[in-house]
């Protein structure tokens, strides 16, 4: 079935500081992947997604490049602030045998703390 | 355009009750997704509901179960609890039985003692 690995956290950085945090994926088709934030206390909200291979899904300063041939989708950002400190999922997205329910699947999420 | 919505934002129940949580899905959409997530995992996919009918259904058991409403809203039901089932239960709303991007609630943190 689809599952999706993501790096193990807690991750600490200092402000301003460069961030990845890997993701790789297993699934059958051509799945959308996506990065998802929840600080704390709230819901999930997505941060960025791509449809396809090749694809660069980019906001608030986060990019993620959709690597079919490594099935990866790693989340980077060049400069960390923190009220980037937050809790990150990726998550794949995927359709049933039939077409009619998709759903996405996630993996266990990342804590990042980001200090002054 | 108000976003996605649930209720209650807390629950504290004993093992053996029942439970309903309820989810408002955002303007325009027509799908809804319930998701459980345990501390410190990501959520995991229950069921989602397209035009009032379950549309696909994760890896649980029959004591969940949910409802749509014309207007699209949905409860998620979870009969007989379990100290397992403590955990943040989350809706997303979307369009076109969830292929567009889903949007995500606050969620309803439930505690089974």
């Known amino acids: 079935g689809d599952s999706v690995t993501q790096m193990e956290g807690p991750v600490t950085l200092s402000e301003e500081a460069f961030l990845t945090i890997n993701c790789t994926y297993t699934?059958?088709?051509?799945?959308?992947l996506f990065w998802y934030v929840q600080y704390p206390g709230e819901g999930l909200q997505l941060l960025l997604k791509a449809t396809k291979a090749d694809d660069k899904g980019s906001n608030k300063g986060f990019e993620a490049t959709y690597r079919k041939e490594t099935t990866s989708f790693h989340l980077e950002k060049g400069s960390v602030q923190v009220s980037d400190s937050a809790v990150y999922f990726c998550?794949?997205?995927?359709?049933?045998?039939?077409?009619?329910?998709?759903?996405?699947?996630f993996g266990k999420g990342t804590l990042l703390t980001v200090n002054p | 355009e108000t976003g996605v919505t649930q209720s209650p934002t807390h629950l504290i129940k004993t093992r053996g009750q029942q439970v309903t949580l309820r989810c408002s899905s955002q303007?325009?959409?027509?799908?809804v997704s319930w998701y459980q997530q345990a501390l410190g995992q990501g959520p995991q996919f229950i069921f989602q509901?397209?035009?009032?009918?379950?549309?696909g259904r994760g890896n649980f058991p029959p004591r969940f179960s949910g409802l749509q409403f014309p207007n699209y809203s949905s409860e998620l039901n979870v009969n007989a609890l379990e100290l397992d089932d403590s955990a943040l239960y989350l809706c997303?709303?979307?369009?076109?039985?969830?292929?567009?991007?889903?949007?995500f609630g606050p969620g309803t943190r439930l505690l089974v003692l």
């Open positions: 997303a709303s979307s369009t076109l039985g969830g292929a567009e991007t889903q949007y």
């Open positions: 509901y397209y035009r009032e009918e379950e549309n």
């Open positions: 998550a794949l997205g995927s359709s049933n045998s039939g077409g009619s329910n998709y759903k996405l699947t």
């Open positions: 303007s325009g959409h027509n799908t």
């Open positions: 699934a059958t088709g051509y799945p959308s």
